[in-house]
């Protein structure tokens, strides 16, 4: 039984989503993408309702079994980190209406996922995800790629330690009722993670 998951890249002015069915092999295919966009000139109520309506409706249509999000970054500028986080709130509570179980990936956890490397840039995860995803090229725009990453990342997650996604969040090996070992690019990610994790506390 594949998992579908719902990637959602969070941004005010533009709200990549996109949603994969991840096999119990690690087939992943795309079924849909979109991104929501809102005027930076248009009031702060008006632009959260626009993507909580956009929400709303991708969540009824698709019906996933989880929701996999960028974690709020503490490298980003306020101004971003407070739209970013004002987003991320708002696809929490559609999803726990709908008691869809949300998971929080870093974006080295999703470099790391994707392409093998935690440092990999923008181009890179996208040449891998239109791989992984068996497309001509990657889903546009970048955030549209972006979300499918995140989605790719929760369905190969699997047990990884130190994982910031929630402990109730379905993997592919839950819905598939079996455990397996961590895959390498796995492996890769709790490396990254571990080490961006020790330059954060050098830099204190």
């Known amino acids: 039984?594949?998992?579908?998951?719902?990637?959602?890249?969070?941004?005010?002015?533009?709200?990549?989503?996109?949603?994969?069915?991840?096999?119990?092999?690690?087939?992943?295919?795309?079924?849909?993408?979109?991104v929501i966009g809102t005027d930076p000139g248009v009031?702060?109520?008006?632009?959260l309702l626009?993507?909580?309506?956009?929400?709303?409706?991708?969540?009824?249509?698709?019906?996933?079994?989880?929701?996999?999000?960028?974690?709020?970054?503490?490298q980003m500028n306020v101004s971003t980190v407070m739209g970013v986080a004002q987003v991320t709130g708002v696809v929490i509570v559609a999803a726990a209406r709908r008691g869809i179980p949300v998971a929080l990936h870093t974006p080295t956890e999703v470099k790391a996922?994707?392409?093998?490397?935690g440092s990999s840039n923008k181009?890179?995860?996208?040449?891998?995800?239109?791989?992984?995803?068996?497309?001509?090229?990657?889903?546009k725009p970048a955030?549209?790629?972006d979300a499918a990453a995140l989605a790719i990342t929760h369905g190969w997650r699997g047990a990884a330690p130190g994982s910031h996604a929630t402990a109730s969040a379905p993997t592919v090996?839950?819905?598939?009722?079996?455990?397996?070992?961590?895959?390498p690019a796995q492996l890769a990610w709790a490396a990254a993670e571990a080490s961006a994790k020790a330059r954060t506390v050098r830099s204190r």
């Open 113 to 117: 996922a994707v392409t093998g490397s």
């Open 1 to 34: 039984m594949a998992l579908r998951v719902v990637g959602v890249d969070p941004g005010l002015t533009r709200c990549g989503l996109a949603v994969v069915d991840v096999e119990p092999n690690r087939r992943a295919t795309l079924v849909d993408v979109t």
């Open 43 to 47: 009031a702060l109520d008006a632009r």
């Open 50 to 74: 626009v993507i909580a309506d956009g929400i709303d409706a991708w969540l009824d249509k698709h019906r996933p079994d989880v929701v996999a999000l960028e974690r709020v970054f503490s």
């Open 123 to 139: 181009a890179a995860v996208g040449k891998m995800v239109a791989k992984i995803l068996r497309l001509d090229e990657p889903p």
């Open 173 to 183: 090996a839950a819905v598939a009722a079996r455990s397996s070992g961590l895959t």
């Open 143 to 145: 955030d549209a790629a």
